[in-house]
């Protein structure tokens, strides 16, 4: 079976048994200043997870794009990947582990036709400490799913990793962890700030015979070895918690917050343990194979990292992302160029990105719509950023003939790093000059790459220091800003403005847009007085929830370039009560100060600090009230 077919079965089994299905989020979060990316179907979930209502019901479908920059380094392995999509389904306190368990197993084993007897699961072992039980609750579930086929249902607590491996074996159906099996964003629940919710996870894995256990990781196998032989599928996450100063409580509602991933069901679907040979990422393969003359088999790791690369790459594209040295730009180019260096391996040397772009947008471009629109100008942006680092390598060698004396790590990185020229062609470059290496280039250059992956990961258990983002005072005064701002270039501008990203801190908003040119002193005082005149209207701040067809098209309420909505969108006016016509009217999800002159509490104004070019054609401005 397809990627294509498996995604379509899956919103329709779900949306048969009464869930909405509701579109994907951007890849970039909008004004979520914890996550450079969207790693999870959850992570545009949180506030109606904690309790807020859904306007679109109490139990949704969906399949979302995800990136994980994170996993860059562990690409090549046959099931990571850091692009990939994640099919979802949540209950808002309607059904729970009852219900949930059984929907996902029949969906495997009936809709999709997996063999019921290679399914293994894994269930949360308790933590004493913070008074939360080990759930047995799943674990009678599964229990009576398997015995009803006549399965082995055996258990045992295998608690962490390490123990895993001593007292694992594929005669456990059902094993129990602490960390593995407690989901949060902050990784564990040892980790677990205040405000942040988590809870007891049930995962499914699928065992795949072929594979023999590699024991360098352990001496026995078992649900979360590393040796390849389990690929997990999916994880039921019963959200039920929320941890506070006093320690863990019930959330107001149990949810229920299942993920899988789509390419991993794919393989499972067609009994291969190499999610590579699906139908999302197999055509990349096929052509790297044709172009090339090399075989996938003799060349395994080196297509598997263009083809997830790439993949990554064009989708940032599709959601607004253009390649630079900033954030999500940042990382987009390191994908492009890291290809590209791989590509070198295979004796590809001229222009090839036009080819793999098409086919990658080919692969998706009746299941989202989107891309359609933009199919042309993502080509250009691949092909362009091709054209560029090919030239830089030239420049690599050219900037390498000006360093004296011995080669540094510092040398190697700037090398890497500032013009895109790869170590390896580096150190075969000082051989050939007959130059030498500084003793402990190795060190100084893996500090400088460690500080990179830092850099282009996603959120560090540091950012939940004060639990969820955005929930803050001041984050809700720049929420509310950025609104007011947004409308005031607008007028300063023009119409052609439209919101390319934002990110809000408590120390001040990050706004990007679309406009061909630096923005003048002038411009820039323009804006600032519109704003602090606004501000100083006390304007009322109030919202309504719209169709989405009236909302854009009929009320003509702003919204953010790349952004996809669902049947109703929250939209926020902020208006002053003399004045007829709103000067905001704009569709957000929160959060916001109820008055425009909280803004100006301690004296503080609204100020552009500083303005910038993020991408071509895209300008950047950081504003703060001081």
């Known amino acids: 079976m397809t990627a294509q077919e498996i995604r379509k079965k899956y919103l329709k089994y779900f949306e048969a048994k009464g869930h909405k299905v509701i579109p994907r989020a951007n890849l970039v979060p909008n004004n979520d200043p914890t996550t450079l990316f969207t790693g999870s179907g959850m992570q545009p979930l949180i506030p109606y997870l904690l309790g807020e209502e859904h306007p679109d019901g109490d139990k949704l479908v969906n399949s979302q794009t ?37 929907n996902f197993f029949n969906f495997l084993t009936k809709e999709i036709g997996l063999d019921p007897n290679r399914i293994f699961v894994s269930c949360f072992s308790g933590d004493p400490e913070n008074n939360i039980p080990k759930d047995d609750e799943s674990a009678k579930v599964w229990k009576d799913i398997f015995d009803e086929l006549n399965l082995s249902s055996n258990s045992k607590d295998l608690v962490t990793e390490e123990n895993g491996a001593k007292l694992g074996g594929e005669d456990i159906r059902i094993s129990f962890y602490k960390d593995k099996n407690w989901w949060c964003r902050a990784g564990n629940i040892s980790n677990m700030p205040e405000g942040e919710p988590g809870g007891p996870d049930s995962e499914v894995f699928y065992l795949f015979p072929s594979i023999q256990h590699d024991p360098k990781y352990g001496e026995k196998c078992h649900v979360n070895c590393d040796c390849g032989r389990y690929i997990e599928l999916g994880n039921s996450v019963f959200m039920q918690y929320l941890k506070t100063k006093d320690g863990f409580k019930h959330l107001p509602k149990q949810n229920v917050d299942y993920g899988g991933g789509l ?9 291969s343990p190499d999610v590579y040979k699906g139908s999302l990422l197999w055509p990349i393969v096929q052509e790297l194979e044709k172009v090339s003359g090399k075989s996938y088999e003799l060349e395994t790791n080196n297509m598997r990292i263009i083809a997830d690369h790439l993949r990554a790459a064009v989708f940032l594209c599709i959601d607004g992302i253009n390649p630079s040295n900033k954030e999500q730009g940042y990382v987009m180019r390191r994908l492009i160029r890291k290809s590209l260096r791989v590509m070198l391996e295979l004796g590809l040397e001229e222009q090839i990105l036009e080819s793999l772009t098409k086919i990658i947008l080919d692969m998706f471009k009746d299941d989202f719509h989107e891309i359609e629109v933009k199919y042309d100008d993502i080509v250009q942006v691949l ?78 258990k540091g950012v939940f220091k004060g639990g969820l983002g955005g929930q803050t005072e001041q984050h809700k005064k720049y ?8 409308q005031a270039l607008r007028e300063v501008l023009g119409d052609h403005v439209i919101q390319h990203g934002s990110n809000i801190t408590e ?40 169709p989405t067809e009236k909302a854009t098209n009929e009320l003509h309420a702003l919204g953010a370039f790349g952004d996809r909505y669902g049947d109703i969108v929250k939209v926020y006016t902020m208006k002053a009560d003399n004045e007829e016509k709103p000067f905001s009217f704009e569709i957000c999800g929160g959060p916001h100060v109820n008055h425009s002159l909280e803004l100006y509490e301690d004296g503080k104004k609204f100020k552009i600090v500083k303005e910038e070019s993020s991408s071509a054609g895209i300008r950047r401005v950081k504003a703060q009230l001081v």
């Open 479 to 486: 929420h509310t800003a950025t609104h007011l701002m947004y």
């Open 383 to 460: 092909i362009k950023e091709e054209r560029v680092f090919r030239q830089t390598l030239k420049k690599g060698i050219k900037e390498f003939n000006k360093i004296l004396g011995a080669v540094t790590g510092e040398d190697l990185f700037k090398l890497y790093d500032t013009y895109g020229f790869p170590v390896e062609l580096s150190l075969e470059e000082v051989n050939l000059q007959g130059l030498k290496l500084e003793d402990n280039w190795k060190t100084n250059f893996d500090h400088q790459m460690s500080e990179q992956r830092r850099r282009s990961q996603t959120a560090t």
């Open 263 to 271: 390419e991993r069901m794919t393989a499972a679907s067609i009994d």
């Open 66 to 102: 995800c990136l994980r920059a994170q996993d860059i380094d562990e690409v090549g392995d046959n099931r990571h990947t850091t692009f990939f999509e994640m099919l979802g389904n949540w209950s808002l306190g309607d059904y729970f582990k009852e219900e949930q368990i059984p």
């Open 507 to 546: 120390e001040r908003l990050r706004f990007d847009f679309s406009h061909p040119s630096k923005m003048t002193d002038e411009d820039i005082k323009k804006v600032e007085d519109i704003v602090n005149r606004e501000i100083a209207k006390d304007l009322k701040i109030s919202f309504a929830e719209y």
